[in-house]
């Protein structure tokens, strides 16, 4: 909400906005993601409005999830990106700098994993010469497809 304007929405009156979390952590950041996209604007005769719930824009969760992803980092044509993007499960880097996801180190036995490191996947069964699909049991015949048109 613009610097100065008072909301019309009595929610907003009455509560005022959502508190920042503090420490900020990844599922924080996670909901903010969905809130921006899910509250997102959409255009109506009298003005923006919230895409989910009909207030006028910005809503509270929309006003809370840009400022809790501006404060893990991201700049506001970011965050527009996301919205635009329209993926509430877009998975934005833990902690968040501007060259792009650290190498956090984990205590314990287990060695911390490198994203950009990633292990070959297990090959797949080769299909068995001579049918194609799972074989019928033996006396039942094959069903039959119907053929598109």
């Not at 009298?46 to 809503?59: E, F, I, K, V």
Request: proline letters at 17%; a positive charge.
């Amino acid at each position: 909400m613009p610097v100065g304007e008072e909301s019309t929405d009595p929610i907003d009156r009455a509560l005022g906005d959502l508190p920042l979390p503090v420490p900020l952590t990844p599922e924080d950041v996670r909901i903010a993601v969905r809130a921006v996209v899910v509250h997102a604007a959409e255009e109506w005769p009298a003005g923006p409005r919230c895409r989910n719930d009909g207030l006028p824009y910005p809503c509270r969760l929309s006003r809370w999830g840009r400022r809790v992803l501006e404060t893990h980092g991201l700049s506001e044509r970011q965050v527009d990106a996301l919205v635009r993007h329209g993926n509430p499960f877009v998975r934005v880097p833990f902690p968040f700098v501007v060259t792009g996801p650290t190498r956090v180190t984990r205590p314990g036995p287990y060695p911390a994993r490198d994203p950009a490191v990633r292990t070959a996947s297990p090959a797949r069964p080769v299909a068995r010469p001579g049918g194609q699909g799972r074989p019928a049991a033996p006396g039942v015949p094959a069903p039959r497809w119907p053929q598109a048109s």
